[in-house]
């Protein structure tokens, strides 16, 4: 988030702020698990304090720690100031006798901090954003292969302060890429909704419409976390553009072709449904690239799963992909989803029937996904949730 | 979790683990496999009979396994899979490619 004061950065405090700002990490409330870093740190070393402190232009905000308070508010005449100052590991053997601390509200007290160990903590960018910090009441030697652990532990924490920014970043990306257009089509409902379990996943849902014609994609790339989410980016890309000049077997030919080398490289592959729906009749044409999970229910209550025989893309067996027709007439719901869904229920293939079951019980197709997804927010340890309906108004 | 492998005459491995083939046993399969591949044992059998969960990470395995096996002029197949395996195998479709046998001897019992 860059906001215009950000424009105007002139103090090394103002570039820290900056910093911490665009990194997200000054809004956050302290993590737990930093917190039970903290708390092994404290142990191995033996320290009643540790923590992770993170320096904003004149304030200090604790990003977590075990054993109390290691910082006081203010940035300057602190621990902290004079770790980043160091530019290096800071040890200070016993602060009570060192005039630059001894007046610290947390010094000057007979159980203050006298032993203090500080290790500055940088953005990617080099920029010092605040100090991996330990105290004791008890002031003894701090040895040279503790002062090197210390240095790999300040390492290892700059990565992952890091990485959270990646992965709230490739989660901003993913939210981005869902389609935002409502599909207008008329005599037709398409609704669609993702419910990832972890910040970023691999399973994503995709439509686009132009007069007379509709296209849909629900894929689950193998995987989870970033990796899966930048391949997942990749096939809806290719499918996106290629769905607007050709069929549905050309277009999914082409999304393989394109990403076999990515997908070989990372033994991964890729489960698609892909429909589109040309003609002004009911007819939607399809591909099956090894994701099973596709249900028609008819108008009359009947059920029926999609017949499918292909094999997921990037698995670099049986290369071809065929069309498929099925029509849907008025009244009649399709309705396709992640395998996450399956856990919403008892895991098994029962869990069809249930599927099949709420679109039978609800009026629109809105209301059939808007249960699933319901059921996907409330339900523990759930895998991705991915659906997308598309039913044909009239009778019913 | 932790695969053993069992010399099934002159070509064949059967491999056994148990618990869950994931994202975290995954590796641990796929350099199972590429040992026996190395040492001239192309014909893999994998006995699931103690695996009752196999998530999409497990599938990528198998999957990259059964490459490797087909590449060195073998193949890979399955013995026992539980209920969810099958399920999981026949969903993706990959059934077709990794095929099922009631034991590890009739997997290769042509």
Same mark, same amino acid.
């Given at each position: 988030?860059?906001?215009?004061? #950000?424009?105007?950065v002139?103090?090394a405090g103002d570039r820290r702020q900056a910093v911490l700002g665009s990194l997200g990490l000054l809004a956050n409330e302290p993590e737990t698990m930093f917190d039970r870093v903290m708390a092994m740190a404290a142990g191995f070393f033996r320290m009643d304090r540790a923590a992770i402190v993170l320096a904003g232009r004149?304030t200090l905000v604790v990003k977590a720690q075990f054993g109390g308070d290691l910082a006081?508010?203010?940035f300057?005449?602190s621990f902290t100031e004079a770790a980043i100052a160091t530019r290096t590991l800071l040890v200070v053997d /016993?602060a009570?006798?060192?005039?630059?601390f001894?007046?610290?509200?947390?010094?000057?007290?007979?159980?203050?901090v006298?032993l203090y160990v500080g290790i500055p903590l940088h953005a990617p960018g080099g920029e010092a954003i605040g100090a991996f910090a330990m105290s004791s009441?008890?002031?003894r030697p701090f040895g040279e292969t503790e002062r090197t652990q210390v240095r790999r532990i300040a390492a290892w924490l700059e990565e992952e302060l890091a990485s959270q920014k990646e992965t709230t970043r490739a989660a901003?990306?993913?939210?981005?890429?869902?389609?935002?257009?409502?599909?207008?089509?008329?005599?037709?409902?398409?609704?669609?909704?993702?419910?990832?379990?972890r910040a970023v996943?691999?399973?994503?849902? /995709?439509?686009?419409?132009?007069?007379?014609?509709?296209?849909?994609?629900?894929?689950?790339?193998?995987?989870k976390g970033v990796g899966?989410a930048l391949?997942?980016?990749?096939?809806?890309?290719?499918?996106?553009?290629?769905?607007?000049?050709?069929?549905?077997?050309?277009?999914?030919?082409?999304?393989?072709?394109?990403?076999?080398? /990515?997908?070989?490289?990372?033994?991964?592959?890729?489960?698609?449904?892909?429909?589109?729906?040309?003609?002004?009749?009911?007819?939607?044409?399809?591909?099956?690239?090894?994701?099973?999970?596709?249900?028609?229910?008819?108008?009359?209550?009947?059920?029926?799963?999609?017949?499918?025989?292909?094999?997921?893309?990037?698995?670099?067996?049986?290369?071809?992909?065929?069309?498929?027709?099925?029509?849907?007439?008025?009244?009649?719901?399709?309705?396709?989803?992640?395998?996450?869904?399956?856990?919403?229920?008892?895991?098994?293939?029962?869990?069809?029937?249930?599927?099949?079951?709420?679109?039978?019980?609800?009026?629109?197709?809105? #209301?059939?996904?808007?249960?699933?997804?319901?059921?996907?927010?409330?339900?523990?340890?759930?895998? /991705?949730?991915?659906?997308?309906?598309?039913?044909?108004?009239?009778?019913? | 979790?932790?695969?053993?492998?069992?010399?099934?005459?002159?070509?064949?491995?059967?491999?056994?683990?148990?618990?869950?083939?994931?994202m975290v046993?995954?590796s641990?399969?796929?350099?199972?496999?590429?040992?026996?591949?190395?040492?001239?044992?192309?014909?893999?059998?994998?006995?699931?009979?103690?695996?009752?969960?196999?998530?999409?990470?497990?599938?990528?395995?198998?999957?990259?396994?059964?490459?490797?096996?087909?590449?060195?002029?073998?193949?890979?197949?399955?013995?026992?899979?539980?209920?969810?395996?099958?399920?999981?195998?026949?969903?993706?479709?990959?059934?077709?490619?990794?095929?099922?046998?009631?034991?590890?001897?009739?997997?290769?019992?042509?």
């Amino acid at each position: 988030m860059t906001t215009g004061a #950000e424009a105007n950065v002139t103090t090394a405090g103002d570039r820290r702020q900056a910093v911490l700002g665009s990194l997200g990490l000054l809004a956050n409330e302290p993590e737990t698990m930093f917190d039970r870093v903290m708390a092994m740190a404290a142990g191995f070393f033996r320290m009643d304090r540790a923590a992770i402190v993170l320096a904003g232009r004149d304030t200090l905000v604790v990003k977590a720690q075990f054993g109390g308070d290691l910082a006081r508010p203010e940035f300057s005449g602190s621990f902290t100031e004079a770790a980043i100052a160091t530019r290096t590991l800071l040890v200070v053997d /016993d602060a009570s006798t060192d005039p630059r601390f001894a007046r610290n509200s947390i010094v000057d007290d007979p159980n203050g901090v006298r032993l203090y160990v500080g290790i500055p903590l940088h953005a990617p960018g080099g920029e010092a954003i605040g100090a991996f910090a330990m105290s004791s009441t008890r002031t003894r030697p701090f040895g040279e292969t503790e002062r090197t652990q210390v240095r790999r532990i300040a390492a290892w924490l700059e990565e992952e302060l890091a990485s959270q920014k990646e992965t709230t970043r490739a989660a901003e990306v993913q939210h981005a890429l869902q389609p935002k257009a409502s599909v207008k089509l008329p005599g037709y409902e398409v609704v669609g909704t993702s419910t990832p379990a972890r910040a970023v996943d691999g399973d994503f849902f /995709d439509w686009y419409s132009v007069p007379g014609s509709l296209g849909l994609t629900l894929a689950d790339v193998m995987g989870k976390g970033v990796g899966a989410a930048l391949v997942a980016a990749t096939v809806r890309a290719v499918i996106h553009t290629s769905a607007g000049n050709s069929g549905v077997a050309a277009t999914v030919r082409r999304a393989a072709r394109l990403l076999e080398l /990515d997908l070989e490289d990372t033994d991964s592959f890729v489960t698609l449904f892909h429909a589109q729906r040309r003609q002004a009749d009911g007819r939607l044409r399809y591909v099956y690239a090894g994701h099973g999970l596709t249900l028609v229910v008819r108008a009359d209550g009947r059920s029926e799963q999609l017949a499918h025989a292909n094999l997921p893309l990037g698995t670099g067996l049986e290369p071809d992909w065929q069309r498929h027709t099925v029509w849907l007439e008025e009244g009649d719901t399709l309705i396709s989803f992640s395998d996450g869904v399956l856990d919403l229920f008892d895991g098994s293939l029962a869990s069809l029937e249930e599927v099949a079951d709420i679109v039978r019980y609800t009026k629109t197709a809105a #209301e059939a996904v808007s249960v699933l997804t319901m059921m996907a927010e409330y339900a523990e340890d759930s895998d /991705d949730v991915v659906v997308i309906a598309v039913r044909r108004k009239g009778r019913r | 979790m932790k695969f053993e492998t069992s010399p099934i005459g002159d070509t064949i491995a059967a491999i056994r683990g148990a618990g869950r083939l994931n994202m975290v046993s995954a590796s641990a399969l796929r350099e199972t496999v590429s040992e026996a591949l190395s040492t001239g044992r192309t014909r893999i059998v994998v006995d699931f009979s103690g695996i009752d969960f196999v998530d999409s990470s497990g599938l990528g395995a198998l999957i990259g396994c059964l490459k490797s096996a087909r590449q060195a002029g073998g193949d890979l197949r399955i013995a026992q899979p539980t209920a969810q395996v099958t399920m999981v195998l026949q969903l993706s479709n990959l059934d077709r490619v990794l095929k099922s046998y009631n034991s590890t001897e009739e997997a290769y019992g042509e």
